[in-house]
């Protein structure tokens, strides 16, 4: 089993962008009778993505063996790909699994950018990402100091996933969007954090809706609207939360999804 990089930062794949488009089109066409490396070779020989040069595809079967565990932990969303499951649902299922490797973009959305944002930030330039960036170092989590130039490449990269993934809009200057998590998006990440935390309350509170720049008081309010439209079923009771869910797994939930 290869070793996680769960706590690995990299300024290759954050410069590189999100590839959403790439990824769903990639996982569109998976082959589970083939291992990761032989359909990544599969990709590189045959461009089945149409991608505009050599540099570019090699780019991004790069970046995808760096970001996913297709015949493993991803599986299901590769499965919601091949069954042409919206992009609009998609994507924020993409976001969770991308996160899951990238932790510079994790930390980014779920403390830096949702810090701003609760604060009440209006408007983000690359430069404000600059100290938080440089502290990266400090803390630990990069070997030496990053140059200017690679400083301003992983801003402005940062806050380009950002706009992609629907979280901000804009260009030169970035300003928050007003961004909602489609009802079947939400259900399949409390199905994924439930399997990750195993108890009602750690989903509610866990620091991954901060990826989608929601507070716990909306998610528990959303969870509540889903217990009267009778979608789940959550009970609280002081600091007790009960949460059941309709599937067992997001893998179970995303063939329900399936249309």
Not at 119 to 138: K, M, N, Q, V
Not at 188 to 213: Q, T
């Amino acid at each position: 089993m290869s070793q996680s990089r769960a706590s690995v930062v990299s300024s290759f794949t954050i410069i590189k962008g999100s590839m959403i488009e790439e990824t769903y089109a990639v996982f569109r066409d998976w082959d589970f009778e083939c291992s990761r490396e032989e359909n990544l070779r599969r990709l590189r020989d045959e461009n089945w993505i149409g991608a505009s040069s050599a540099n570019w595809l090699r780019d991004v079967c790069w970046v995808l063996n760096r970001r996913y565990a297709p015949n493993g932990r991803d599986r299901a969303l590769v499965n919601l790909a091949k069954s042409h499951v919206s992009m609009d649902v998609w994507k924020p299922l993409l976001l969770w699994h991308m996160t899951r490797d990238e932790f510079l973009v994790r930390d980014f959305l779920s403390n830096w950018l949702f810090k701003e944002y609760e604060d009440g930030a209006f408007r983000i330039r690359t430069e404000d990402l600059h100290p938080y960036l440089r502290e990266l170092h400090t803390r630990g989590l990069v070997e030496e100091e990053w140059k200017d130039s690679t400083l301003k490449r992983v801003a402005s990269g940062l806050l380009r996933m950002a706009v992609d993934f629907g979280l901000m809009r804009g260009t030169t200057v970035r300003e928050f969007a007003s961004y909602h998590l489609p009802e079947p998006s939400f259900l399949y990440l409390l199905h994924a954090m439930y399997e990750v935390h195993g108890n009602g309350r750690d989903v509610v509170h866990s620091p991954d809706w901060r990826l989608y720049l929601m507070t716990t008081s909306e998610v528990e309010r959303e969870i509540y609207r889903l217990h009267q439209f009778r979608r789940l079923r959550f009970e609280v009771a002081g600091s007790l939360m009960e949460l059941s869910l309709p599937c067992e797994s997001a893998g179970a939930f995303a063939e329900e999804m399936v249309p």
